[in-house]
Every structure is written in structure tokens, then in C-alpha cells.
């Protein structure tokens, strides 16, 4: 099968094209897993995370964790999906299972612990593998295995009551759809729109954000919750200092990269911590997340904009994404049937 394959852990500055085209044997399902024939794999910011080194994969290993695709071949013992289902795999590919299976010694996350899906092929445990509701073309499904899943898990960190004033830093394939799911779930909530650029402050109004301002602009009230989504640290001052009292900033990244880490020597205790503020990270995701959030996108139904690549173009869509040539998600095209 063909796969783009990480053989080592490097930077874009150093190395434009990481991930090398390469025939791998295809993958056989053991007990309790399904082969999925991969159609699209989104292109999160996570990759860049495991290439660059900020979490370590088990190298070489085949990235990606937003995967649609059809079950092509059943293991021993599977009983929750038949040959030709459509089915999703996220950034959980196994863990004990239980409530807090995200935090557990024995996750395992697809793409960075086992081979992922910029291939056309890979297996997942049939528990850890999600229909996908009609609504959504594959293309559009991808994003919402991560970006979607993640982001919902995000939300119900915040604590945000209905009322309560919501702030996103960042807005691409997490923001564009966490907006809308707060919308919904939250409608008497104003959401306000931290980005730096302007394509993405238009795109952030378009779908219904009742403000939006670059990063350091003061925005129309203090959130009482603000999500970042964003690789940079920044964005995490400026988000402390206009949260309310009280507030709580969700942090939805893996790692922050180093390039403004210097101005976190800037922190004031009193202008970003005080007044009994908090911060909490978001730590993977678990199954019941994907699972709970996958209905509610389709209620909605989310509007899910996207980016195509081919496969083979993989390394192109990663460096666009940390240029931040960004609007809604990326994803690659993997097979055609």
C-alpha cells in the first residue's frame, strides 16, 4: 500500500519534506480490530507536533488521526460493524477504556504510537472506530474526528453556562467548528474571535461569532472562558489578561512551539492570574467524546470547510498549515473509491 512515512524527527526549517512516499506491506487486523481502506485523513497540527518533536512518535510510523474510510476486513470477535461500513478513527487508537482512559499510561494515540492514515490502509480496535453520520461527505467527516472531538472536549472544559460570553484564540480546523457547536449548545452565549489574520476574522463573523479582533485587541466584554487553539504563547497572555474574574482559559494544544516563548517572561501576576483566574490543558480525547459529539454535529449540522490535498502532497498541506494559510481544515485525498 502506499504510505507517506516520518522516519525521523526534524523541523520544516531543516527538512520541507519529512514525510517520504513509500510502499508498505498492508496491515492485517488482529483480534478485536477492523482494517479500514482509508478515503481521507485530515491534516491537523498535530503532525507538525510529532515531526518536530514536541511528542515523540514511535518512529518510523505513518501519521494522521482524522481517518474516514470503509471497513475492508473484520478481526476474530468484531461485531459492531460489517465489511463495507463507514466508519472514523481518531487521535485515540486504544486505552483501558475508562473515564479516564485520555490520561492513562496505556493510550496509545493513531499516528504517533501505531501507523496512521496518510496510507491507504490501517487498523484500529472496533471500539475505538465511529459511524459516521449521512450528513457528512468523508471530506467533511474528517475534521470532526480531532478537531471536532477535541473541540467539543474543549467546550465542556470551559464550564461555560448559557449567557456566559465565550472567547476562541485561533481559528482554523478546531475554531471555524467549535464556534458553531457553541452556538448551539449555548445560544443565549455571545462568541468573540481572537486571530491574527483578517481572511480569518471575516471567515469567524461569517459563521456567526459576534466579534472577532486580532489577538491582542481588546474584545466588546471579558470572556468568563476562553479556548486557544493555537501553537504559539502569545495568544496565552493576551487571553489572561482580558479574561474576568474568575474565568478559565482551555488550552487545547499538545505543545507550544518555542519561537515567542520569550515573552512569557512578560507575566504579571497581578495584569494575568489574579482575581482567582485558571487554566486548564486539554490532554487527548477519550472515545465517548467522539462518540457524544459526532450526533450533535449532525444536528446541527456543522458546516465543515476544508482544503484537499492529494496524498502525495501531504508535506505541502503541512507547511501551509503552520504558515497559517488557513481556512476551515485540511485533508488528504486518499483513495478515490
Known sequence: MRAMLLRAVTTLDDNADPLKLTELEQPEPGDGEVLVEVSVCGV???????????????????????????????????????????????????????ESENLHPSFRATGRDVNGGYAEYMCVPEKYAYPIPDVFTDE???????????????????????????????????????????????????????????????????????????????????????????????????????????????????????????????ISYEKHLWMEKEVKSVANVTHRDIEEFLPIAAAIPLRVEVEAYALEEANRALRDLRAGHVRGAKVLRISSR
Open 140 to 266: 467533511q467527516a474528517a475534521p470532526l474526528l480531532c478537531a471536532g472531538g477535541v473541540g467539543y472536549r474543549s467546550l465542556k472544559l470551559t464550564g461555560l453556562r448559557d449567557g456566559q460570553v465565550l472567547g476562541l484564540t485561533g481559528f482554523g480546523g478546531s475554531g471555524h467548528l467549535v464556534l458553531q457547536l457553541a452556538k448551539h449548545l449555548y445560544p443565549a452565549s455571545q462568541v468573540f474571535v481572537f486571530a491574527r489574520s483578517r481572511r480569518e476574522r471575516e471567515f469567524a463573523l461569517e459563521l456567526g461569532a459576534d466579534w472577532s479582533g486580532d489577538t491582542a485587541d481588546a474584545p466588546p466584554k471579558p470572556p468568563h472562558a476562553i479556548i486557544d487553539t493555537t501553537p504559539a504563547w502569545k495568544p496565552l497572555l493576551a487571553a489572561l489578561e482580558c479574561l474576568r474574574p474568575g474565568g478559565r482559559l482551555v488550552i487545547n494544544a499538545i505543545r507550544k512551539e518555542s519561537g515567542d516563548r520569550e515573552l512569557m517572561a512578560d
Open 44 to 98: 491537523c497540527h498535530t503532525e507538525l507536533d510529532e515531526i518536530e518533536g514536541r511528542t515523540m512518535p514511535k518512529l518510523p510510523v505513518v501519521p494522521g488521526h482524522e481517518i474516514v474510510g470503509r471497513v475492508a476486513q473484520t478481526g476474530s470477535g468484531c461485531r459492531r460493524f460489517a465489511v463495507g461500513d463507514r466508519v472514523g478513527v481518531g487521535w485515540i487508537h486504544t486505552s483501558h477504556g475508562g
